[in-house]
């Protein structure tokens, strides 16, 4: 079974956003979409190179030196990451480097904050959210 | 610096937190324990997952903490964690772009 449920922001949440951007009401994602963003950053070499990430953008043999993993499991972590939309590519020359994108990182925060206990961030057909 | 890495959480723990997170099920278990504790049966109920599915999914959620059990009568209820959610909400803006959450070896971290 696919549920495809907006998630509600909070009234809290919009009045106080503690310092987040204004999100759009509701917010235009899914379920399946919250899954891949917690996904990628599930694995301890993506979680690194989130880090890493964290500073400035790098190239990708930057991002294998660091880490000390092989070219392929670099570029396995990256696509995952980049598919997942919180790391975005840019190319310049022979060299592509990468960055993370603050926007995907929010939206994350945001969901954390409107599943907060209390806050009922969906709807259910049981009789207390009718 | 040394002290920033032990204040940190250690990668493998915070990969669980983000694992616990990484399925669709999972996701819908936590938006609906969100308003308030449910049973199994509720929860079994409006997602329409097999009790054993729930059970394992639920498992995974509880090792993590981000849920937790209270047993009443027969029935087992569980609720959300809002410490956990706090902390991921603070490691996830802690490597937000610009604020580079680690350390590394590279000659701009030296």
């Known amino acids: 079974m696919r549920r495809r449920a907006l998630l509600r922001v909070g009234n809290r949440f919009l009045r106080n956003p503690n310092g987040l951007p204004r999100l759009p009401h509701p917010l235009p994602i899914d379920m399946a979409r919250v899954a891949q963003w917690f996904h990628a950053a599930s694995d301890t070499t993506r979680l690194g190179m989130l880090e890493f990430l964290s500073q400035r953008e790098r190239c990708v043999s ?4 660091i880490l000390g993993v092989p070219q392929s499991s670099a570029s396995f972590h990256l696509k995952v990451l980049m598919e997942s939309g919180l790391v975005r590519q840019r190319r310049e020359g022979r060299w592509k480097y990468y960055s ?13 904050r409107i599943v907060s206990p209390g806050e009922h961030a969906g709807t259910c057909p049981l009789s207390c959210c009718q | 610096m040394t002290s920033a890495i032990t204040a940190r ?5 915070v990969a669980r937190w983000f694992h616990a997170l990484a399925d669709e099920a999972r996701v819908n278990i936590v938006e609906m324990l969100s308003h308030k504790e449910r049973c199994v049966c509720e929860l079994e109920r409006v997602l329409g997952i097999a009790q054993s599915r729930l059970s394992f999914h639920l498992r995974v959620l509880k090792e993590a903490g981000l849920i937790a059990d209270r047993k009443e009568g027969r029935w087992m209820f569980y609720g959300l964690q809002r410490e956990m959610l706090d902390q991921i909400a603070a490691y996830t803006k802690s490597v937000k772009p610009g604020k580079h959450a680690g350390s590394c070896a590279v000659a701009c971290c030296d």
């Open chain 1, 62 to 65: 930057e991002l294998q030196k």
């Open chain 1, 100 to 112: 993370l994108r603050g926007e995907t990182l929010e939206y994350m925060i945001a969901f954390t």
């Open chain 2, 9 to 13: 959480p250690d990668a493998p723990r």
